[in-house]
């Protein structure tokens, strides 16, 4: 258990943060997994899919090229 005060708010912050980060996977995997199942040329599960993937690279959650790999694959997989 923390002890020191400085301690007790680093575990409060890395609690909010961890919270933080668990909704934006759960975003990311829910916009991937409807893009998945959404008919070919579908522009609002593209649009929501992107949405997810950029919110998470600008919070440092996945890294550039990460995101970019990620949309490439969203942007073929809804292709017409």
């Known amino acids: 258990m923390a002890i020191t005060q400085g ?36 522009v609002k599960a593209l649009a929501t899919a992107y949405k997810a993937i950029d919110k998470a690279w600008k919070t440092g959650l996945i890294k550039k090229n990460t995101a970019a790999r990620r949309k490439a694959k969203v942007a073929k997989l809804l292709k017409k």
């Open 7 to 42: 301690a007790k708010k680093a575990h409060r912050q890395s609690l909010r943060k961890k919270a933080m980060n668990d909704k934006r996977k759960l975003a990311i995997r829910s916009a991937l997994k409807g893009a998945r199942v959404a008919p070919k040329g579908d």
